[in-house]
Each structure stands twice: as structure tokens, then as C-alpha cells.
């Protein structure tokens, strides 16, 4: 298989084969335009699950050596008498802890839910842990992340710019960029996965490997248009679609590559270790490489 994959690798790039990615551009055209509108269709419509950290609430953890089969049930009847069953989401972290996210609770309500939750689980009110957590971090994490993305937009405007000595390439990465964070977000609504600091921290990074592969492609471009330029043997159409073959097989070996471990954190995270920073980054990673 491998070997086959490499002899194809090979063909693409010495032209014995070609994928006429440039010629059937149109097809290629409408189907991002239907994959993106999809995407910008779950942003309006379901909108992003945004973390505790964003929204604000409170969160308890329960730690117990004795963790039921249905201790997700067990949490939401243990709140059903208070103002906590409004919005809840129970999760396990790692093999032992339980947690619990709740709207906002005023002090007496949060002794209240502690007292249930031990009495639920069979603990000590000890273990049973309470946090509030307001919205004001989430937003500074948001302000810090768009300030982020702006400063990269323009260097990587003005970068690309000077190395292709053309606008037009740096204007193509800045839209395929768009392209892919647009995918990326849509995607996240679409599946309801919640949206962490962690996960905007990713969000950014994925804009890193979509650069790169750009670039790839981009400096292919300009070295085959420039020599067909040089010598009028083919046509610009014609040594465009050559160098998005010659860099196609690279393309997927660095993105399978780049997705083998991300994958294995991942499968970490959600088998052993539960919700947290780890699993909310190889989530995105996984995601937006992917897209």
C-alpha cells in the first residue's frame, strides 16, 4: 500500500499523472461554498457551546473511590430540588471525580448542592469541592485571543506579500485561512462541542498549519508558473495544476503525520483523563488539521 502511495507520489510529480485540480476548479469551488455555508448555517442557527469559563457559573467536584455506572443520573436528581437543574453538565474527570457545571448560584444554594452531591455519592461534604467561576476571565481570554489573530493576519499579510512579491498570494492565505477557521468554528457548532480557552488557543494554532500548507503550495506555484513564464512551454493554467499535484501527496503524508499523535493524546484524554486543558486542545488540533 505504502509503495503504491509513493509510485503515485511520484507520477504526480513528474507529471506521468494529474489530478486537474486547476481545470475542475468549479467543482472544488462549490463544493467549499456548500461545506462553508453549512458551517456559517450552524454558527447562526445553533451557535457555539460556550465553556463555564465564558458564560459563568459554578462547578463542583466529587471526589469518590466508589464512582456508580450512572453517576451522571445520580448528580441531576441529587440537584433536581434546587434552582441548579436549570442548566447542568455533568462529566467524570479522569477515573474518580465527578464534575458538575451549574448557572450561577448564590451562596446558600451552593452549601445546599454540596450537602446533595455528598449525600448522593455517599461522601463527606469534604469532598465535595465548590468553585465560582465568572464570566470576566473568559472575556479577557477572548479580548487576548482576537487581539492575537489580528497582529497575525497583518504580519502574515505583509509577510507573504514581500516573499511572493504579490499581493494577490497574500490576499489567496488570508481567504483560505478564513476558509478553514470558518469550517473549524462551524464544525464545533454543529457537534455542540463546548468551547474552552483551551479550545481558542487551538482555534489560533490551526491557523499555523493552514499557513504552512499554503505556502507549500504557493511557493510550488511560483517556481512552475515563472519557469513556464521562462520558456512558453505550457500554459499558466498548466504549471499551476503541477505544482498543487507535486505538493498533494505531501500535503496528506504531513497532515496524517501531524494527526497520529494528536489522535493518541486525544484518545488519552477522553478514555483516561477526562475533561480538562489536554483533551479541549487535541480536540481542535484534531479538528482543524483535519479540515
Known amino acids: 500500500m505504502s509503495s503504491r502511495f509513493a509510485t503515485l507520489g511520484n507520477d504526480l510529480y513528474t507529471g506521468q499523472r494529474s489530478v486537474p485540480v486547476v481545470q475542475k476548479s468549479r467543482i472544488a469551488y462549490i463544493g467549499s461554498g456548500i461545506v462553508l455555508a453549512i458551517a456559517v448555517f450552524g454558527l447562526v442557527v445553533q451557535g457555539l457551546n460556550l465553556g463555564l469559563e465564558f458564560r459563568g ?5 466529587v471526589a469518590t473511590t466508589a464512582l456508580p455506572a450512572t453517576y451522571e443520573q445520580v448528580a441531576r436528581e441529587a440537584l433536581g430540588s434546587t434552582e441548579a437543574d436549570r442548566d447542568v453538565n455533568v462529566t467524570l474527570v479522569g477515573n474518580d471525580t465527578v464534575r458538575v457545571q451549574t448557572d450561577r448560584l448564590n451562596e446558600t444554594d451552593s452549601q445546599s448542592v454540596r450537602t446533595d452531591l455528598a449525600e448522593a455519592f455517599g461522601v463527606p461534604t469534604s469532598e465535595v469541592s465548590s468553585t465560582f467561576i465568572g464570566p470576566s476571565w473568559g472575556a479577557s481570554v477572548s479580548g487576548q485571543a ?21 499581493w494577490k498570494m497574500a490576499a489567496a492565505a488570508l481567504i483560505a485561512l478564513a476558509h478553514d477557521m470558518v469550517i473549524t468554528v462551524g464544525i464545533y457548532a454543529l457537534v455542540g462541542f463546548e468551547v474552552s480557552p483551551a479550545t481558542m ?3 489560533l494554532t490551526v491557523l499555523g498549519y493552514s499557513l504552512y500548507d499554503t505556502v507549500v503550495v504557493f511557493d510550488k506555484v511560483r517556481e512552475n508558473t515563472n519557469e513556464a513564464f521562462a520558456n512558453g512551454r505550457v500554459t499558466f493554467a498548466q504549471a499551476a495544476n503541477l505544482a498543487v499535484n507535486q505538493t498533494m501527496v505531501r500535503s496528506i503524508n504531513t497532515t496524517v503525520i501531524g494527526l497520529l499523535p494528536i489522535a493518541a493524546v486525544l484518545a488519552v484524554g477522553a478514555v483516561w483523563l477526562g475533561p480538562g486543558v489536554l483533551l479541549d486542545l487535541s480536540l481542535v488540533l484534531f479538528v482543524g488539521i483535519l479540515v
Open 146 to 166: 482576537l487581539r492575537a489573530l489580528v497582529i497575525f493576519l497583518v504580519l502574515v499579510a505583509i509577510v507573504m506579500s514581500i516573499y511572493f512579491r504579490n
Open 57 to 61: 457559573g459554578s462547578e463542583f467536584r
Open 201 to 203: 488557543i487551538g482555534f
